[in-house]
């Protein structure tokens, strides 16, 4: 248990410095001609360091708000401004995705054509399987991008059992237990799994989750990009 909280502390303590280290040293890191700074992103983007990174920097624009009630409501507004403005951008995405959908549907099942060619002068053709893949992105621009805009406008589905009746400033303390035990916790193993996974579509050889920095820098002597643009599923 006490080697626990020594190592909480120390890699706490040490958040400082590898914020400061990387923020100093821009090119071991943002350098992509360089094989190993891709890898070095690799690997910190999905690392305890980084984990630290970001949980100091949330306490201490805690303990800041704490002290300075107008700086937290300032983030307040700044982060719920973003929310909105990104979520708002990216629901039309939806609307997108119904309207292509439908096309698809007729350029396959009406006018059996295995492409379709969109333009004026210089055409746009690609198969109807590209588009169809592409309503993937669009899937995913809503789930990720509007999911934080409807936390803000309430509204996701919840098991209402004692939430409604009760007071708004004890609604507020629900949402905030809820935000800490809850989502911050999934979104920080979304993260930790999902990093990886999208490095494992984007680069070869693979990186794993489980390998020290050394041996992914020994990799990236071999690296290449191979980017999955299709995926059938």
């Not at 009630?69 to 629901?91: D, I, K, Q, S």
């Not at 809503?142 to 996701?156: K, P």
């Not at 905030?176 to 911050?184: D, E, K, Q, T, Y």
């Not at 070869?204 to 999955?228: F, G, H, I, Q, T």
């Amino acid at each position: 248990m006490l080697d626990a909280v020594l190592w909480i502390f120390q890699n706490i303590g040490m958040a400082f410095y590898n914020l400061a280290y990387a923020i100093s040293h821009p090119a071991s890191w943002l350098d992509w001609s360089n094989k190993e700074a891709i890898m070095r992103v690799v690997y910190y983007g999905g690392s305890v360091e980084f984990f630290f990174v970001v949980f100091v920097t949330f306490l201490v624009l805690t303990g800041v708000g704490l002290w300075k009630n107008g700086f937290m409501w300032g983030c307040v507004r700044g982060l719920e401004g973003l929310a909105n403005t990104v979520g708002r951008f990216a629901a039309w995405a939806g609307l997108i995705m119904v309207f292509q959908q439908i096309i698809i549907v007729f350029i396959q099942r009406i006018f059996a054509r295995p492409d379709l060619v969109i333009g004026f002068g210089i055409p746009l053709q690609f198969d109807v399987s590209w588009y169809s893949e592409e309503l993937k992105l669009y899937n995913a621009l809503i789930v990720t991008l509007c999911a934080t805009y409807t936390f803000v406008q309430g509204g996701h589905v919840r098991v209402d059992l004692i939430y409604a009746p009760v007071s708004h400033s004890a609604k507020k303390v629900i949402d905030m237990a809820g935000s800490l035990i809850f989502m911050m916790p999934m979104a920080v193993l979304t993260w930790m799994y999902g990093w990886f996974f999208m490095w494992r579509h984007l680069i070869v050889p693979n990186p794993s989750a489980s390998e020290p920095l050394d041996r992914l820098l020994m990799k990236s002597r071999a690296l290449r990009w191979n980017v999955e643009t299709i995926g059938f599923s």
